[in-house]
């Protein structure tokens, strides 16, 4: 039987995915059994009556740090105590770049835990104890890591068997080789006569492209990725 691939997402925002998740691909990956997405609320796992989930820092500072213990208790009730085997992300603007590189080697578990901080950040031992790695999606900050998980599973559900209608699609796209990116397409009109600024102009498509040659345009794109390279 085919294991369905499970994405287990922590945050206190769970509304915020419900569009992302319920339109195009990922809707057809969920549609076909190929991924689950389950996504649960830390509130749930608060201890006072306010579902707070955060508190001050130790040692004085700037906002409010999401608390170990609540995490902690999210992630025992939704692993099983240790029976399910998961792969777990939190996502902090220190982390490790994601890469092209690091979703086709998460794409081989089954399971997959992603935290989402928000607030000030989450308590350090979260990422020391507690997950696989900590991860950004770039050398920017956000308010929370909903975001960065969406940008995870559709980077994941994408690279599945079953889920892109042409999977052929994926062999030349950019970053599959790291640095190596995808040459320029171009589709109809194959004349483009824009008036700008009382000029009237002519955008074409490279002649190579309409040759037929395939030879000669293999040449050419694979020159035209070098030069996105550099």
Same mark, same amino acid.
């Given at each position: ?54 508190? $001050?820092?130790?040692? @004085?500072?700037? /906002?409010? %740090?999401?608390? &170990? ?6 992630? =025992?009730? !939704? ?78 559900? $994408?690279?599945?068997? @079953?889920?892109? /209608?042409? %999977?052929?699609? &994926? ?6 080789? =790291?640095? !190596? ?50």
């Amino acid at each position: 039987m085919k294991k369905i691939k499970t994405f287990n997402i922590l945050t206190i925002y769970p509304t915020i995915f419900d569009s992302y998740f319920n339109l195009a691909l990922i809707k057809k990956a969920i549609d076909k059994k190929i991924i689950k997405i389950k996504i649960h609320n830390l509130r749930d796992y608060s201890v006072d009556n306010y579902k707070s989930v955060d508190d $001050r820092p130790y040692g @004085g500072g700037a /906002g409010m %740090i999401m608390r &170990l213990d609540i995490i902690f208790k999210a992630i =025992k009730k !939704i692993l099983k105590n240790g029976k399910t085997k998961s792969h777990i992300i939190v996502f902090s603007a220190k982390g490790k770049v994601l890469t092209q590189q690091s979703l086709e080697k998460w794409k081989k578990y089954d399971n997959l835990t992603l935290i989402c901080g928000r607030f000030e950040g989450i308590d350090q031992r979260v990422v020391d104890k507690i997950a696989d790695e900590e991860v950004s999606i770039g050398e920017y900050v956000l308010a929370g890591g909903e975001i960065p998980a969406m940008i995870v599973v559709e980077g994941i559900a $994408r690279l599945l068997k @079953g889920v892109l /209608g042409n %999977i052929d699609s &994926l062999k030349e796209e950019s970053h599959n080789q =790291k640095g !190596i990116m995808e040459a320029g397409q171009y589709t109809r009109p194959e004349k483009f006569y824009p008036q700008i600024k009382n000029k009237k102009l002519v955008w074409g498509v490279p002649k190579i492209l309409l040759s037929g040659n395939h030879k000669a345009i293999a040449e050419y794109r694979n020159q035209k990725t070098k030069i996105n390279k550099k």
